[in-house]
Structure formats: structure tokens, C-alpha cells
Nanobody, 124 residues
Framework: QVQLVESGGGLVQAGGSLRLSCQVSGRTFRMFVMGWFRQAPGTEREFVTAISWTGGSAQYADSVKGRFTISRDGSENTVYLQMNSLKPEDTAVYFC?????????????????WGRGTQVTVSS
């Protein structure tokens, strides 16, 4: 059984920063592509970013490119999302997801395991 637990969400003013964490347990962490998705009220869940097995490559949604950075720590079985220059439109529940495949995917069905999400609220 694979478990993903997110943490680090909260309330921040526009222009501020937050770092989200996602702890993975139950299977070999290094075999997963790890992704972050988000869902704002009344909208569909959308891709934010994902990182390869080795951490050597990552992809970002255009809306967060240059502001958000994904990273992973194999020794801690944890993936991080550093979010800088936050905007009110970044307000959403952020979900961590794991994909047991070697290639990065931007679609929800490409990920087999999901966390419960952490709320990020950016005030203007």
C-alpha cells in the first residue's frame, strides 16, 4: 500500500512563498515519477509540475514556470514544491501524486497514487 501525505499549505499574502512537502511510504520511492496537481473550487484538477525518477528532469505548467520549483530527496522519500511569487490565482488544494513509470505525465490518469491534498490560500 502506497501512502502519500502532503504538508506545508497555509495562508500567505500575494508575493510570498510556501514550500509543500509530500512524504511517500509503502514502495520504493525512486521508482516513481512524482507530480503535483491543484484544484481550485469549481474547477478541474490541473497539472502543476512533475519530476523524473532521478530528479534530472522536470516539467511545469506555463502558469507556474519560473515561480515554482519541484525537487525530491531520495533519502527522505519526499518530494518538495517550492512556490515563490505567489498570486491569488494560485489558491487551490494541492495534491501530490505518484506514477510508477519512467516517463513524466501531465494527465491525471497517469498517476496511480494520490495524497489527500493541502490547502494553499493566497490573499491579495
Amino acid at each position: 500500500q502506497v501512502q502519500l501525505v502532503e504538508s506545508g499549505g497555509g495562508l500567505v499574502q500575494a508575493g510570498g512563498s510556501l514550500r509543500l512537502s509530500c512524504q511517500v511510504s509503502g514502495r520504493t520511492f525512486r521508482m516513481f515519477v512524482m507530480g503535483w496537481f491543484r484544484q481550485a473550487p469549481g474547477t478541474e484538477r490541473e497539472f502543476v509540475t512533475a519530476i523524473s525518477w532521478t530528479g534530472g528532469s522536470a516539467q511545469y505548467a506555463d502558469s507556474v514556470k519560473g515561480r515554482f520549483t519541484i525537487s525530491r530527496d531520495g533519502s527522505e522519500n519526499t518530494v518538495y514544491l517550492q512556490m515563490n511569487s505567489l498570486k491569488p490565482e494560485d489558491t487551490a488544494v494541492y495534491f501530490c501524486a505518484a506514477r510508477p513509470a519512467p516517463t513524466i505525465a501531465r494527465y491525471i490518469t497517469g498517476y496511480d497514487y494520490w495524497g489527500r491534498g493541502t490547502q494553499v490560500t493566497v490573499s491579495s
